[in-house]
T-cell receptor
Framework: DTGVSQNPRHKITKRGQNVTFRCDPISEHNRLYWYRQTLGQGPEFLTYFQNEAQLEKSRLLSDRFSAERPKGSFSTLEIQRTEQGDSAMYLC???????????FGEGSRLTVL | GEDVEQSLFLSVREGDSSVINCTYTDSSSTYLYWYKQEPGAGLQLLTYIFSNMDMKQDQRLTVLLNKKDKHLSLRIADTQTGDSAIYFCAGNNAGNMLTFGGGTRLMVKP
């Protein structure tokens, strides 16, 4: 499978716990994006990387959210001290440098109890 | 920031054409996209159009762009039950960050 891969697909956690999601982009894509989608809404942009550089992070929802892409390949999105309002689908997408095609993974669904 | 609006719901009969409409506010978007999402799944890229184009056709899909009115539409010819899903339009900005509409739920009746 050469598409965007996300793990885990579903995470159930208790309020206050930390969670981490991983995204493996399409191998030749150097741009990687994180979005959040709540029920009945369109995806909402969170942050993006070009190679290992995080070029936009002002839309991360709070300082409890952080993302890394240490070697310019896979990326992780961490949510610390989860709250029930963090329950959502977290989507990763990748793209080549030039604008155009942007491909999404299947998403990681977070449920905070 | 950009605002993207879509109607919530569309119902058509199998074999008819479906037209899903979208309006956006950011005239600097260079690409406009249509994605399809089935229940519990991620977003599938259907097609996209460069902002200097008026129309793009890809098999059963036709995208029309009216840049003056900032209006985008997706026409699905010969709609099938397998086309039932939520359809999202999106516009890009610098860095190719996309702003999505709220989605249009397409229901295809046999």
């Amino acid at each position: 499978d050469t598409g965007v891969s996300q793990n885990p697909r579903h995470k159930i956690t208790k309020r206050g716990q930390n969670v981490t999601f991983r995204c493996d982009p399409i191998s030749e894509h150097n741009r990687l994006y994180w979005y959040r989608q709540t029920l009945g809404q369109g995806p909402e942009f969170l942050t993006y990387f070009q190679n290992e550089a995080q070029l936009e992070k002002s839309r991360l929802l709070s300082d409890r959210f952080s993302a890394e892409r240490p070697k310019g390949s896979f990326s992780t999105l961490e949510i610390q001290r989860t709250e029930q309002g963090d329950s959502a689908m977290y989507l990763c997408a990748s793209a080549p440098t030039q604008p155009g095609e942007l491909f999404f993974g299947e998403g990681s669904r977070l449920t905070v109890l | 920031g950009e605002d993207v609006e879509q109607s919530l719901f569309l119902s058509v009969r199998e074999g008819d054409s479906s037209v899903i409409n979208c309006t956006y506010t950011d005239s600097s978007s260079t690409y406009l996209y249509w994605y399809k999402q089935e229940p519990g799944a991620g977003l599938q890229l259907l097609t996209y159009i460069f902002s200097n184009m008026d129309m793009k056709q890809d098999q059963r899909l036709t995208v029309l762009l009216n840049k003056k009115d900032k209006h985008l539409s997706l026409r699905i010819a010969d709609t099938q039950t397998g086309d039932s899903a939520i359809y999202f339009c999106a516009g890009n900005n610098a860095g190719n960050m996309l702003t999505f509409g709220g989605g249009t739920r397409l229901m295809v009746k046999p």
